[in-house]
């Protein structure tokens, strides 16, 4: 069994609402950086855009309290930093190294979407930033229903395996990229995203941008994370937000 390292304060619970909900309270009381809540289940798990997450038994639920020594406004490139230890995590419990990351922060799997990742900010009373990052994996199932494929580690290797000998690989992975974000700088995590890029020199299209949906090839990642998008009359636009869909 895999050890969690001795930095993390973990928090683990039978059910509750949604651990991220529950972290970012605990943020806001001034809980340490690196406490981790997981729990077995959540009746109201929240994902992207105001959506829902699924959250059976079964499946793995975790958030993370940061405080990272990069300032706020690089929090956003804890997306790719978090993506590429879930990508590491798959990779080694699957025994199979594509892994595909799709922008912003998307693990998929065969095109389907094994698992999502939620960044939430707060701050305590001192007026001290934290940020909340959220990982939804699915391990024993793949909800059915959602707008996207899904899938899961059980369907993808002969003898199943279980959120409890995953949870530790992951924190692993989670502390691994985030001391190579904070070491190396998010050059280095661009350059590992870019090699699990999915759908890199593909038409797309955004949507959900200011002012309207925008179409063009998806030609990289810029140096702050944004995604670089060639249109058709041939100009570059740097996209910070919105949801990818290949044309
Ligand atoms: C997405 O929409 O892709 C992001 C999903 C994030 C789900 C995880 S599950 C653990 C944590 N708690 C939540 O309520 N959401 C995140």
New binding site residues.
Partial sequence: MVSIPERIHLLELDVV?????L?RELGVNGAKPWTIVH?LE?T??????K?D?L?PRGN????AILKPINGPKRWSELSFVISLAVADTVAVVTNRSIIGLKWP??VLVNNK?I????LETGSNAKKESYLVV???LNIAHSPKGTRYGATSINELILQKSSVKTILPILIRAMVNWYDIWENSGFLEIRKQWLKRAHGLGKRIEIVGMAPKTQEGIYTGLSKDGRLVLKKDNGEIELVSAGTVTFV
């Fill in positions: 609402d949604s651990t991220n909900r972290a729990a959540q109201a798990g929240r994902g992207r855009k959506n997450w959250s793995l639920f975790l958030s922060n998307d979407k698992s999502g990742i939620l959220g990982v939804g």
